[in-house]
C-alpha cells in the first residue's frame, strides 16, 4: 500500500502518470464506441453486473481461471442480468438515455434484452473486444511498470531532493 504521506508530497507527478494512462485509454474507448463514452459505460456496467457474481463466487479462486470457464460455458447459468434502472442507478444516467444506448448495443451484437427487460452479454460478445482488451492490457502493464518506477526512484531519493520535487 502506498504511503498517502509520500502520495501528498508526490501527487502531481503520480496524478500525471495515472492520468496519462486514463486518458490514453478514454480516447482509445472513444474511438471503439464511435465517439460515444455514455454507451461504453453502458455496456460497461451491464458486462461488471453481468459477471461479478460469477467471477466473485468461482473464478477468482478458480484454478481454471474466468477465460477457461467463460470459454467451457460454466458462467452461463450464474451470471445475472440487469436492467436500465439499474444501470441508470449505477451510474446517473438518465434511464431514457440508457434504454436508447442498449438498442445502439444490441444493433451491435453485444447486448441483449430478454422479455421482461433483463439486460445481458450476448455469449461470444468479449471476441469483438479481443484487440482492444489486450493492447489495454499491455498499456496497463507498462504504465503500472512505469508508475511502480517512479516510486521507487522517488521514495529512494536524498531526503532533500524528496523535498524539493514536492513544491
Request: glycine share 6%.
Amino acid at each position: 500500500m502506498l504511503d498517502p504521506e509520500f502520495v501528498r508530497a508526490h501527487r502531481r507527478e503520480l496524478s500525471y502518470l495515472t492520468g496519462r494512462f486514463l486518458t490514453e485509454h478514454l480516447l482509445r474507448v472513444h474511438a471503439a464506441f464511435e465517439g460515444d463514452l455514455t454507451a461504453a459505460l453502458v455496456l460497461g456496467t451491464i458486462g461488471q453486473h453481468y459477471i461479478q457474481r460469477f467471477y466473485d463466487e468461482h473464478a477468482r479462486d478458480s484454478e481454471a481461471g474466468l477465460d477457461r470457464l467463460v470459454d467451457d460455458g460454466e458462467h452461463l447459468s450464474r451470471v445475472r442480468a440487469c436492467n436500465a434502472l439499474s444501470v441508470s442507478a449505477a451510474t446517473g444516467i438518465p434511464r431514457e438515455t440508457v434504454r436508447r444506448k442498449v438498442r445502439w448495443l444490441v444493433k451491435k451484437g453485444w447486448v441483449a434484452v430478454g422479455a421482461r427487460g433483463q439486460l445481458t452479454l450476448v455469449p461470444g460478445m468479449s471476441s469483438s473486444f479481443e484487440e482492444f482488451d489486450l493492447e489495454t492490457i499491455a498499456r496497463f502493464h507498462a504504465a503500472s511498470r512505469d508508475f511502480l518506477r517512479h516510486i521507487d526512484h522517488r521514495a529512494s531519493a536524498p531526503r532533500a531532493t524528496r523535498r524539493a520535487d514536492s513544491r
